[in-house]
């Protein structure tokens, strides 16, 4: 069945570092990805989205490629802020509009 | 109302009760999943409704747990008989349900069992 794989946290970082959180992707059609972000006492929300390879979603600096040669969906951002600790789950939806969730990786940036 | 809405947004109840815990999602979504989120883990799947019919039962633990939608609209899970293990945070979301929309959550229900 289709799955995701994401990186294992945590991750601790210091401002201004540059970030990379790995996704990887078991799927048997064409799924759309994503990228959601808990914030600590907070609900998931949406941080980005690719439907199609190829595809760049990005949003708050954060960047992911939907790379269907290598099945993967990399976060990246440049320059982490204090205020992006949080949890980060890679996400995918089948065509029949199922979600599979990561584990999630939690990320802590220090001043 | 504008987001998803779960109700109640914490309950504590004696192992061996039952607990019904609600999710009211966006108008109009047709698509409707309940997750559990036990402390410092991912999000465990439960049950994925499309209008009133959930194609997508696999992810409930046991037959203490059951789900319905009425209406196309709001959402019930039921736990007979709780146990410990079943606290944790319950998470509704709805979508559209087109190719590439995204999943909308609402706050989730922390369910502590005693």
């Known amino acids: 069945g289709d799955s995701v794989t994401q990186m294992e946290g945590p991750v601790t970082l210091s401002e201004e570092a540059f970030l990379t959180i790995n996704c990887t992707y078991t799927?048997?059609?064409?799924?759309?990805l994503f990228w959601y972000v808990q914030y600590p006492g907070e609900g998931l929300q949406l941080l980005l989205k690719a439907t199609k390879a190829d595809d760049k979603g990005s949003n708050k600096g954060f960047e992911a490629t939907y790379r269907k040669e290598t099945t993967s969906f990399h976060l990246e951002k440049g320059s982490v802020q204090v205020s992006d600790s949080a949890v980060y789950f890679c996400?995918?939806?089948?065509?029949?509009?199922?979600?599979?969730f990561g584990t999630g990786t939690s990320l802590t940036v220090i001043p | 109302g504008a987001g998803v809405s779960q109700s109640p947004s914490n309950k504590v109840t004696e192992k061996g009760k039952d607990v019904e815990l609600r999710c009211d999602p966006i108008s109009g979504h047709t698509a409707l999943y309940w997750y559990r989120q036990s402390l410092g883990q991912g999000l465990e799947f439960l049950i994925y409704f499309q209008g009133n019919s959930a194609p997508d039962k696999s992810g409930l633990p046991s037959d203490r747990f059951s789900a319905e939608r009425t209406g196309g609209s709001v959402s019930t899970l039921t736990i007979q008989r709780t146990q410990q293990e079943d606290s944790a945070v319950y998470l509704c979301?709805?979508?559209?349900?087109?190719?590439?929309?995204?999943?909308?959550f609402g706050q989730g229900t922390r369910l502590t069992v005693v």
């Open positions: 799927a048997t059609g064409y799924p759309s």
């Open positions: 979301a709805s979508s559209f349900g087109g190719t590439g929309t995204e999943a909308f």
């Open positions: 996400a995918l939806s089948d065509p029949g509009n199922q979600f599979y």
